[in-house]
C-alpha cells in the first residue's frame, strides 16, 4: 500500500499569509494526488486534482504541483474561509489519504 | 446538480453489522465508481475502498477484507455499504464519495454529508 505524509500537521497563520503544505508518498504516483479541504462537521471539498488542476468553483489563490513522491499545496493569501485541515490523496494505486494539515490562526 | 444522500445515523452494539445507504441524484448513476471513507471521532480520512455501479465489484483495503461488503442497486441509483463485526473501533462517521469513470486521473468531486455510526453497549 501506499503511504502518504503530510507537513507540516499544524500551522497557525494570519489573513494574507502565503500558506505552503507538503505531500509526500512512499512511492512514485507520478500526478495521481488530489488535496481536499475539511471543516468541521462537514464532508471533505475538492480543491485540485491531478497534482496542479483546479476544481471548478473552488478560488484562484488555491494551487498544487508537483510529481512523483512530493507534491505541495499553497494558498496564496490566507484567507478567514481558509482555517480548515488540507488533506493530500494518492489514487495512483487505490487510493489512501495523508493525515492532514490543521490550519488555523 | 450531483448529489449523495445517505442514510441516518447507526447504533449499534459491539459485535453486530450496519449497513449504510447513499443514494445518487443528477448523473447517470452507471457512469460513476463509489467509494467510501471513514474518520473516527477527531481524526483523519480513511479509504474503506470501492465498488463498481455494475456488477457490484468491490475493492477493499486490506484492514476492512472480510468484514465489509459493498453493493449497489441500479434500480434506485443506490449504494451500500455493509460493516460486520463492529467494535468501538469503528465508531466514526461513514462517508461515500462518487469518482467518474472517465479513465482518471480519479478524484473524488462528490460526496454524501456522512452518516454517523456509533458502537456501544
Known amino acids: 500500500d501506499i503511504q502518504m505524509t503530510q507537513s507540516p500537521t499544524s500551522l497557525s497563520a494570519s489573513i494574507g499569509d502565503r500558506v505552503t503544505i507538503t505531500c509526500r508518498a512512499s512511492?512514485?504516483?507520478?500526478?495521481?494526488l488530489n488535496w481536499y479541504q475539511q471543516k468541521s462537521g462537514k464532508p471533505p471539498n475538492l480543491l485540485i486534482y491531478a497534482a496542479s488542476t483546479l476544481q471548478s468553483g473552488v478560488p484562484s489563490r488555491f494551487s498544487g504541483s508537483g510529481s512523483g513522491a512530493e507534491f505541495t499545496l499553497t494558498i496564496s493569501s490566507l484567507q478567514p474561509e481558509d482555517f480548515a485541515t488540507y488533506f493530500c490523496q494518492q489514487s495512483y494505486k487505490t487510493m489512501s489519504f495523508g493525515p492532514g494539515t490543521r490550519v488555523d490562526i | 446538480q450531483v448529489k449523495l444522500m445517505q442514510s441516518g445515523a447507526e447504533v449499534k452494539e459491539p459485535g453486530a453489522s450496519v449497513k449504510v445507504s447513499c443514494k445518487l441524484s443528477g448523473h447517470s448513476f452507471t457512469d460513476n465508481y463509489f467509494h467510501w471513507v471513514r474518520q473516527a471521532p477527531g481524526q483523519g480520512l480513511e479509504w474503506m475502498g470501492v465498488v463498481t455501479p455494475i456488477g457490484g465489484f468491490g475493492t477493499y483495503a486490506h484492514s476492512f477484507q472480510g468484514r465489509v461488503t459493498m453493493t449497489t442497486d441500479t434500480s434506485t441509483s443506490t449504494v451500500y455499504l455493509g460493516l460486520s463485526g463492529l467494535t468501538s473501533d469503528d465508531t466514526g462517521i461513514y462517508y461515500c464519495?462518487?469518482?467518474?469513470?472517465?479513465?482518471?486521473?480519479?478524484?473524488?468531486?462528490?460526496w454524501g454529508e456522512g452518516t454517523t455510526v456509533t458502537v456501544s453497549s
Open positions: 512511492e512514485a504516483i507520478r500526478t495521481y
Open positions: 464519495a462518487r469518482v467518474v469513470a472517465d479513465g482518471g486521473p480519479y478524484h473524488m468531486d462528490v
